[in-house]
């Protein structure tokens, strides 16, 4: 069930005198249970991408396909296209509305036309997957920190049992803790269902541990669409365009220019630690 983004635009303010073109050109495939991570500056058109994906945003020219369809076909079932691409909003407020967390997450589901009992089954088993605890489940969403707002508002995309799930900065505004718990969850979910995700990010460190493609996108085109290493390679062009590499990439060519034999191509901190200890290694031997 491969999304395809063929040749698409978007205009917004089209007609008038403050038309702003968010999307230029974008041609992108998107494969089956991929771990995608799309990044690029503010207002460099992630958020306008992801919003084409399930159809929230009609392209100005272009087409987008699921599975072999076209998404703005006149009798394309769209309520059944947002049930299989999950988007998770930046701030959950924005998708939390009801009484208590086990009512929102059942929302979902529950307008699937699904029974009581399985809805109900769906919605606790995706309030396990995100890691929130049963005491939690009857309390006002609002209540909740902002770790734990997200992680309701996954799983009530979850409960939905979607082919994609597309995130759209799940960390912002979080602790390294609470990012590390939310990113170690849903790695473990794509480890376990096979499921596709998007992650909208704009930290280059949780890109470059969890994803295995990166999209870069810079005015509204796509800049390097490659694996991390292959990306993170072009770190000068990166910083031209308001991004950079992970810390990491940095002290790895620091320690080559200052005479360390170490590769380069390192993004993450324990790539860097094994070709670090394989350098020193080198160079006990060398020195024997």
Same mark, same amino acid.
């Given at each position: 069930?491969?999304?395809?983004?063929?040749?698409?635009?978007?205009?917004?303010?089209?007609?008038?005198?403050?038309?702003?073109?968010?999307?230029?050109d974008?041609?992108?495939?998107?494969?089956?249970?991929?771990?995608i991570? *799309?990044i690029g500056h503010?207002?460099?058109?992630k958020s306008?991408?992801? +919003?084409?994906? =399930?159809?929230?945003?009609?392209?100005?020219? %272009?087409?987008?396909?699921?599975?072999?369809? &076209?998404?703005? $076909?006149?009798?394309?079932?769209?309520?059944?296209?947002?049930?299989?691409?999950?988007?998770?909003? +930046?701030?959950?407020?924005?998708?939390?509305f009801?009484?208590?967390?086990?009512?929102?997450?059942?929302?979902?589901p529950?307008?699937?036309?699904?029974?009581?009992?399985?809805?109900?089954? /769906?919605?606790?088993?995706?309030?396990?997957?995100? %890691?929130?605890?049963?005491?939690?489940?009857y +309390?006002s969403?609002?209540?909740?920190?902002?770790?734990?707002?997200?992680?309701?508002?996954?799983?009530?995309?979850?409960?939905?049992?979607p $082919?994609?799930?597309? *995130?759209d900065?799940?960390?912002?505004?979080?602790?390294?803790?609470?990012?590390?718990?939310i990113?170690d969850?849903?790695?473990?979910?794509?480890?376990?269902t096979?499921?596709?995700?998007?992650?909208?990010?704009?930290?280059?460190?949780?890109?470059?541990?969890?994803v295995?493609?990166i999209i870069?996108m810079?005015?509204?085109?796509? *800049?390097? &669409?490659?694996?991390p290493?292959?990306v993170?390679?072009?770190y /000068?062009?990166?910083?031209?365009?308001?991004?950079?590499a992970?810390?990491v990439?940095?002290?790895m060519?620091? *320690? /080559? +220019?200052?005479g360390m034999?170490?590769?380069?191509?390192?993004?993450?901190?324990?790539?860097?630690?094994?070709?670090i200890l394989?350098?020193?290694?080198r160079?006990s031997?060398?020195? =024997?």
């Open positions: 069930m491969s999304i395809i983004l063929d040749h698409v635009d978007y205009v917004y303010g089209g007609d008038t005198a403050l038309a702003v073109r968010a999307l230029n974008v041609s992108l495939v998107i494969p089956d249970g991929q771990f991570g *799309l503010t207002g460099s058109g306008t991408l992801v +919003q084409h994906l =399930n159809g929230l945003l009609k392209p100005t020219g %272009g087409h987008i396909y699921f599975n072999g369809e &076209d998404i703005h $076909d006149s009798d394309y079932d769209k309520k059944k296209l947002r049930s299989k691409v999950g988007l998770v909003f +930046q701030y959950p407020e924005h998708q939390l009801e009484v208590d967390v086990f009512s929102d997450v059942c929302f979902g529950k307008n699937l036309g699904l029974s009581k009992k399985e809805t109900e089954l /769906r919605a606790y088993a995706a309030l396990k997957q995100v %890691g929130l605890e049963d005491e939690y489940f +309390q969403p609002f209540d909740l920190s902002g770790g734990q707002k997200r992680r309701v508002a996954i799983a009530g995309v979850l409960a939905m049992k $082919d994609v799930l597309i *995130l900065e799940p960390t912002a505004g979080l602790d390294p803790k609470g990012r590390d718990e990113l969850q849903i790695a473990k979910l794509k480890a376990e096979g499921i596709t995700v998007i992650l909208v990010s704009h930290s280059m460190e949780d890109v470059a541990k969890y295995e493609r870069v810079d005015h509204g085109s796509v *800049l390097y &669409d490659d694996t290493k292959a993170f390679s072009h /000068r062009k990166l910083e031209e365009v308001g991004l950079a992970p810390q990439t940095y002290i060519q620091a *320690l /080559r +220019q200052s034999p170490v590769e380069t191509d390192v993004t993450t901190i324990g790539e860097a630690r094994d070709e394989k350098a020193l290694q160079g031997k060398s020195g =024997n």
